[in-house]
């Protein structure tokens, strides 16, 4: 890449960002609606014996391990997201370009998905499931906090999706078969984390998978399409020097 490449590769990525986070914001829906649609995922849940948020939260809700899963929960998109693809870009600029393009596409396909399906968390959906994240790790996910985001944004879980795009990306950068080992652990330990803090469903983490496995096939056709594009590039170059 050119020199200063990275600072290009930031800016798009920061314009993507603040773009998806506003678009989810603007897009707010109702707190009734938004309850609405946690009923028919609870019941959903229930008829298929799924309905594990509870019972999780009771397990892991108090001590260390919720202290834990509370923080990994804010450093996972805070963090972790952003981290990740710095290191990568470093490391593997193929493996940093499908990352990136896959967390962009997932953006741009989930914003109407949020706009259209608005589902409290089961913090939020009267269940008794509490928010652990406020009282556990330093920062409110209610009051002025929700100036900056939409509370009922729960579908699909992209802290899940994007921890295992994370996860596989950062296995495929590593050498040791450890290190892979570890960095596959990502994914299931944000999984945990979502459900256990009260901010998403086991419906959620299913489609915040499928949403983002469909952001990385959109991701891969547009870097496809870009090494077709250079390809002709060189081509005409070629044929006219």
Aim: hydrophobic content about 55%; aromatic content about 12%; glycine content about 6%.
């Amino acid at each position: 890449m050119r020199p200063w490449a990275w600072r290009t590769q930031l800016s798009i990525f920061f314009a993507a960002y603040v773009l998806y986070d506003a678009a989810r914001w603007i897009f707010a829906s109702d707190p009734d609606r938004a309850r609405v649609h946690a009923e028919w995922i609870i019941d959903l849940e229930r008829s298929v014996h799924v309905a594990v948020e509870g019972p999780v939260q009771s397990a892991l809700g108090s001590g260390a391990p919720i202290w834990i899963l509370s923080n990994v929960y804010l450093a996972a998109q805070l963090v972790v997201l952003p981290l990740s693809l710095i290191w990568l870009y470093r490391r593997s600029r193929p493996i940093y370009r499908a990352l990136r393009n896959t967390v962009i596409a997932t953006w741009l396909i989930a914003v109407p998905i949020f706009a259209l399906f608005p589902v409290a968390p089961p913090r939020l959906a009267g269940i008794g499931i509490a928010d652990t994240v406020s009282s556990q790790a330093g920062v409110g996910l209610t009051g002025r906090s929700t100036l900056f985001y939409n509370p009922f944004a729960a579908v699909p879980s992209l802290h899940v999706g994007f921890a295992f795009a994370i996860a596989v990306a950062s296995a495929a950068a590593l050498h040791a078969p450890w290190a892979k080992v570890l960095a596959l652990l990502w994914g299931p330990l944000v999984s945990l984390s979502v459900v256990a803090t009260g901010n998403h469903y086991i419906f959620d983490i299913v489609a915040g998978l499928l949403v983002t496995a469909v952001g990385f096939a959109v991701g891969r056709a547009a870097l496809q399409l870009e090494g077709v594009r250079r390809s002709q590039r060189l081509h005409l170059q070629g044929a006219s020097a």
